[in-house]
């Protein structure tokens, strides 16, 4: 049984599937935790969890053109210059119910941590001399894909393996991490230990765990994870046979798009409202491009009128990152209900720097993939 030594997990996971472990922070954790702590942070396995020796384990990397190079994790650890990061990861699949009703999930397949460990672009600064790699001008002619695109594939343990373009990770502003720790703990089994791969603002997808093998190449991964999961099916795709995944009309998902959610109240609660007769709301918000979320508005009168919600100040440190901002922000706002509503709809929607904002409804897509419509909560009042 290839499943008989999983992690112990936390019982306060919302289990989505069981083999391979697919699970959910909990409302109360993401309503309160502004670090959500990693044994309360939602997993996301495609296969059974590794369990790597740590002292043993060399990571690879693969500048193209037969360049290579190994890393013990002390070495990463100790004698390579470390970074800090602040960042969400978010699954592709977050909020998936609320765009295909038979996929399996809620709000909860997000958190949001502080990582250390090194830059992959300082990694790939290390490369080691020699002939030309598969990565580079040859003939006059520049490397890389149809696009000119190049790509850093990167393999799992457990033998996932995605790509992500090449400029994300060469990009200062990028921000890309190879990961040994979380919120200030080395990385537990679950989230990828020994080493993981962060891409912030990427989908969950892209930031590999029990990270083994980094490779530049001209192409995407073949993996079936790269080439058949992580892309979006337009709306018109129903069945998995009516897609030919080479079609161009079939685009892999990178960065995620502007998010938020109403983590309190709840779908069919029944809300107390205050003397003022409002009630209070919480949630998180998050950019995905690293932009700063400026205001998240809600709405109990299906967007006639908004109110802005407080965002909640960051704790100390501050981001490190010079002006991105890959962590997500929480939020608390006490919106007025219409005098005499015994049911309302509460509905918000988060505004980040550049203006980006959240569509009102989601196109269909067969994995309910990027979902990130502006959310809406029914509940019944009582005054
Ligand atoms: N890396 C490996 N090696 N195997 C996996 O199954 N799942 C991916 C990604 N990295 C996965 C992986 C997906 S889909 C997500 S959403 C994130 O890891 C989840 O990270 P977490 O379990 O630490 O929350
Ligand atoms: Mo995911």
Do not use: D, F
């Given at each position: 049984d290839p499943y008989d030594d999983e992690p112990e997990r936390d019982g306060r996971l919302g289990v989505l599937g069981a083999r391979p472990f697919d699970s959910e922070t909990a409302r109360e954790v993401l309503a309160t935790a502004f670090w959500t702590p990693q044994h309360l942070f939602y997993v996301r396995n495609h296969l059974p969890a590794p369990r790597i020796d740590e002292d043993e384990h060399r990571l690879t990397l693969d500048w193209g053109g037969g360049r290579r190079r190994s890393f013990s994790v002390r070495e990463l650890r100790e004698e390579l210059p470390q970074a800090t990061l602040h960042a969400t990861l978010q699954c592709t699949g977050n909020r998936c119910d609320e765009v295909e009703p038979s996929a399996a999930g809620g709000i909860g397949q997000i958190g949001n941590a502080w990582w250390e460990g090194v830059r992959v672009r300082d990694l790939l600064a290390l490369r080691p001399p020699g002939e030309g790699g598969d990565g580079e001008a040859r003939d006059g002619k520049p490397g890389g894909d149809a696009a000119g695109t190049l790509h850093l594939h990167a393999t799992g343990c457990d033998g996932y393996e995605v790509s992500i373009p090449l400029e994300k990770v060469l990009d200062a502003r990028g921000d890309v991490l190879l990961a040994h720790s979380m919120n200030g703990e080395p990385l537990s089994r679950d989230h990828g230990a020994p080493l993981r791969l962060l891409a912030p603002g990427f989908v969950g997808a892209r930031s590999v765990k029990w990270l083994q093998h980094l490779a530049v190449r001209p192409e995407e991964s073949g993996s079936v994870w790269q080439k058949r999961y992580y892309r979006m099916f337009p709306p018109w795709v129903r069945d998995l046979c009516d897609i030919d995944y080479d079609d161009g009309d079939v685009p892999p998902v990178y960065e995620f798009p502007v998010q938020s959610a109403i983590v309190s109240p709840a779908a069919g609660d029944v809300v107390t409202l205050g003397d003022d007769g409002a009630l209070e709301a919480r949630g998180y918000a998050v950019s995905?491009?690293?932009?700063?979320?400026?205001s998240v508005r809600l709405s109990t009168d299906g967007g006639e009128s908004w109110r802005n919600a407080t965002l909640l100040g960051l704790p100390p440190p501050a981001p490190p990152e010079h002006g991105r901002n890959w962590s997500w922000v929480l939020w608390r706002a006490r919106v007025p209900v219409p005098p005499g509503a015994r049911e309302v709809t509460l509905c918000c929607k988060a505004i980040d720097s550049a203006y980006n904002t959240q569509p009102e409804r989601a196109d269909y897509n067969l994995r309910g993939y990027?979902?990130?419509?502006?959310p809406k909560v029914a509940v019944s009042v009582e005054r």
């Open positions: 995905g491009a690293g932009q700063r979320i400026v990027l979902s990130n419509a502006s």
